[in-house]
């Protein structure tokens, strides 16, 4: 009789067990795309070899897209650019259902930063396909990337790379000196306006509408590298990315723009503003998550990044970070700067390699950096904080 009742009570909690499964199923299990993903691990290895140019970045992501419908969508940024390219952005999206804090990458807005796409499609793979990427980076957040923000910049220094460098005024002044030999920097795209002869190219990252032009008493002249541009959104890559981050504005959370320092040893990790010394409200977070993603992502040799507001070493006005910050309202942002050679040597990849894990051991960094600020990432275990 005492049998037969605790059979029942076993089969009636094993049915209400089964009730309870079949009414709330787990959401992740069936919808969130960590099933179907084909995970492997690679440790430190790269996937690409090579710098990867713009056509080849294009391939890639469209490949990614392909394989990943669910997960990857590409989109293509209008306006198109003084050459007639599409800046391309990378969307990552770890479950379809639900909307997770959104994180922006932008590289290579300064055409010398070859390894900058490079960065970000390795980036892209490992938070895909590898396992030690997937929690708590891939599945906790939605990815915006940008690899290439300047494909004609970078297509033009990549193309005259064998010349012999020259003073870039006076390359850009006489044409008759152009024909083998480039500008010793370039930090522009290679627009030109009308009528003009000689001097082109305009640094998109001065050409954002915030303050723009604050930094300078007068418009530096056309030739210099620092040209701002003839109003501030006068270029198209900044125009398409003006789009692309008000369209996202209410999603972002942390955005990063992947920048390059070409000073050796001088590395940094900064933050808004870089217009004016006045501090940001949330200059103590920003400082704080800096500081932790320089602790995590000590150099190679040693070193940490110096962690800063960017104008405490020169103010730059019209600057993609403060324009997402002042403008977009995006709470976190920062720049980063890992050392990058002018014009490397193309087929060496040891140079190229060394810029692309420091970036993404700093990027990485700074969204564990955030996490750890919010305790996103910490468990209370008898009273003490607990990192993982
Ligand atoms: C620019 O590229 C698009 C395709 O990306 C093409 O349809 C269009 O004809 C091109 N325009 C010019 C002026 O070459
Ligand atoms: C790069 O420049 C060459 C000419 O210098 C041009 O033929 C090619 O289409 C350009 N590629 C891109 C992606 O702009
Ligand atoms: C341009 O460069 C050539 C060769 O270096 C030089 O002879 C010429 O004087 C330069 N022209 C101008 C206008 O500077
Ligand atoms: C560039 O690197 C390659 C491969 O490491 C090497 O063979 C070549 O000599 C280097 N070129 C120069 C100009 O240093």
Redesign the pocket.
């Known amino acids: 009789m005492f049998l037969h009742l605790k059979v029942y009570i076993v089969g009636f909690i094993y049915f209400l067990g089964i009730l309870f499964m079949f009414l709330f199923p787990p959401r992740n299990f069936e919808q969130s795309g960590t099933k179907m993903r084909r995970i492997r691990s690679i440790g430190n290895k790269l996937k690409y070899e090579g710098y990867i140019d713009y056509e080849t970045m294009l391939n890639v992501v469209q490949h990614m897209a392909m394989e990943d419908p669910e997960m990857v969508e590409v989109v293509h940024l209008t306006p198109h650019t003084a050459a007639n390219n599409s800046l391309i952005a990378i969307e990552l999206h770890s479950d379809t259902l639900s909307k997770k804090p959104g994180i922006l990458i932008i590289g290579t807005i300064n055409g010398m930063v070859w390894a900058g796409s490079n960065s970000i499609l390795e980036l892209t793979d490992k938070l895909l396909y590898d396992t030690t990427y997937q929690t708590p980076f891939f599945n906790d957040y939605d990815w915006y990337l940008i690899p290439i923000a300047n494909p004609d910049g970078l297509n033009f220094t990549t193309s005259l790379r064998d010349y012999t460098s020259i003073d870039a005024i006076e390359w850009s002044?006489?044409i008759?000196?152009r024909t083998k030999t480039k500008p010793v920097e370039w930090h522009k795209n290679v627009d030109k306006e009308s009528g003009e002869q000689l001097c082109f190219g305009t640094n998109i990252n001065r050409n954002f509408a915030y303050h723009w032009q604050d930094d300078v008493r007068k418009t530096p002249i056309r030739c210099s590298q620092y040209y701002p541009g003839i109003k501030p959104f006068s270029t198209a890559e900044a125009q398409a990315i003006r789009e692309y981050v008000h369209k996202l504005a209410d999603i972002l959370h942390l955005a990063i723009h992947l920048h390059a320092s070409f000073v050796p040893k001088k590395e940094f990790i900064l933050y808004p503003w870089r217009y004016t010394l006045r501090q940001p409200s949330n200059y103590h977070s920003l400082q704080e998550i800096g500081e932790y993603a320089a602790r995590h992502a000590r150099l190679p040799d040693g070193r940490l990044y110096e962690v800063h507001q960017g104008s405490s070493d020169e103010r730059v006005a019209g600057s993609l970070s403060d324009y997402i910050s002042g403008v977009v309202g995006t709470d976190l942002v920062f720049v980063v700067k890992p050392y990058h050679e002018v014009f490397p040597n193309y087929t060496d990849s040891t140079i190229m390699e060394t810029y692309i894990h420091k970036s993404i051991s700093v990027i990485l960094s700074l969204v564990r950096g955030w996490r750890s600020s919010t305790k996103q990432n910490t468990l209370s275990f008898f009273g003490k904080d607990i990192e993982f």
Do not use: E, G, T
């Open positions: 002044r006489n008759s000196v």
